[in-house]
């Protein structure tokens, strides 16, 4: 493939400042689709539809179809992997997930190989969503960020993260090994799916915020650090994004220390601190509110203009802030999608 007729995603990562971003949405997959409502309806429970390679194809084909996304990202849930590691994870009805008792670490720690196997099903999805998918629109397979995983593992659902917090502080060695164990089952788990078809690889660290410096650089820093390490020594070279959603003025610490090639921001970080990120040739993603994306009208318009102007200067890849929103209007994102493809913008 020639460097031109890459996927426009690939080369933002690459670095490249194209004549529009490319785009693609956290959650563009879910029930602000009614094809999704109606294949989900027919899933036993989400576990089990993740575990469907058939169906969960399926699902993240449906927004590449109803959309001129430039990229689909494979449907599954960090919450898959505590599950192949042992730990019980379920997703009650309107309540989000729980999960059960955290096992002794070492427990966690006999079963990183096995977890790889267990999560084949999720390599089985990448590679039919790679066979159907036009080689113009890129493939992104992802995990969640170990403290996000471990915040949930420990607390046993999802909550202000106080008690993974005060765990950090009053059992740091257990933490570590804990985060050890995420760490390389991890890694191993972005392998296999880059060997099944992803082409970048995402790591949501959806619960950064509030993290002391050091605990930041001990619970985030660190450890995606050694993923990328660990991946990359295993001969992939599929691109990172790294998502450290809500660690502010640490944003930037993050971008230096961690070799990754793009982060995404939050719908919080100033346009200042995305063009310092470009202007050291860190290609940023973002970061669109998705609340402001449901409420649509003038606002929207306004907001999407912003970004583009501030941002696409640079290398760029437009996308929300977080997730987009269940009660999310299909045309909001139809109408911001068609904004973003429709022409070079002009600066
Ligand atoms: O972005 C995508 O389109 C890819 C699929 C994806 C899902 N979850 C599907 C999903 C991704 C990347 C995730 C990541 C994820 N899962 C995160 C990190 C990103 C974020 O949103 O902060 C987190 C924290 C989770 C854990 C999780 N899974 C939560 C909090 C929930 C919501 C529970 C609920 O009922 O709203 C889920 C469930 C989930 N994951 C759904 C989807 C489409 C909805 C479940 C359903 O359809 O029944």
């Not at 993290?211 to 930041?216: G, M, P, Q, S, W």
Request: net charge neutral; aromatic share 6%; charged share 25%.
């Amino acid at each position: 493939m020639t460097e031109t007729s890459q996927p426009l995603l690939l080369r933002a990562l690459a670095g490249e400042t194209l004549a529009r971003p490319p785009v693609w949405f956290m959650r563009q997959a879910g029930r602000s689709l009614p094809e999704y409502r109606e294949l989900r309806s027919r899933a036993v429970d989400f576990i089990a539809f993740c575990h469907n390679p058939e169906m969960a194809a399926e699902a993240t084909l449906q927004p590449m179809r109803r959309f001129p996304m430039d990229a689909a990202i494979v449907f599954a849930d960090i919450l898959l992997l505590p599950r192949a590691l042992g730990q019980d994870v379920w997703f009650a009805a309107g309540e989000g997930p729980r999960l059960g008792p955290l096992p002794p670490v070492e427990r966690l720690a006999d079963e990183i190989e096995a977890s790889t196997r267990r999560l084949s099903a999720v390599g089985e999805t990448l590679s039919r969503v790679r066979a159907a998918l036009e080689p113009e629109r890129a493939l992104i397979g992802f995990a969640g960020g170990p403290w996000t995983v471990a915040t949930y593992m420990i607390e046993g659902r999802g909550s202000d993260r106080s008690r993974a917090r005060a765990f950090a502080y009053r059992e740091p060695e257990l933490l570590d090994r804990l985060l050890d164990v995420l760490v390389d089952s991890t890694a191993r788990y972005l392998v296999m799916q880059a060997r099944s078809g992803a082409q970048a690889l995402k790591l949501f660290e959806s619960w950064a915020e509030g993290l002391a410096e050091d605990v930041f650089e001990r619970v985030v820093i660190r450890p995606h650090r050694a993923i990328v390490e660990k991946v990359r020594a295993a001969g992939v070279d599929a691109p990172f994004i790294g998502f450290p959603r809500g660690a502010g003025a640490l944003v930037e610490t993050y971008a230096a220390a961690v070799p990754v090639q793009a982060v995404a921001l939050d719908t919080q970080a100033p346009l200042a601190l995305g063009r310092r990120l470009q202007a050291r040739g860190m290609p940023i993603q973002g970061a669109l509110d998705n609340l402001l994306l449901q409420a649509g009208g003038p606002g929207l318009d306004a907001r999407v203009e912003t970004l583009l102007a501030a941002w696409s200067g640079g290398p760029y890849i437009f996308n929300l802030g977080h997730g987009v929103t269940p009660d999310t209007p299909v045309e909001h994102i139809d109408r911001v999608v068609q904004r973003v493809v429709r022409e070079a913008v002009s600066v």
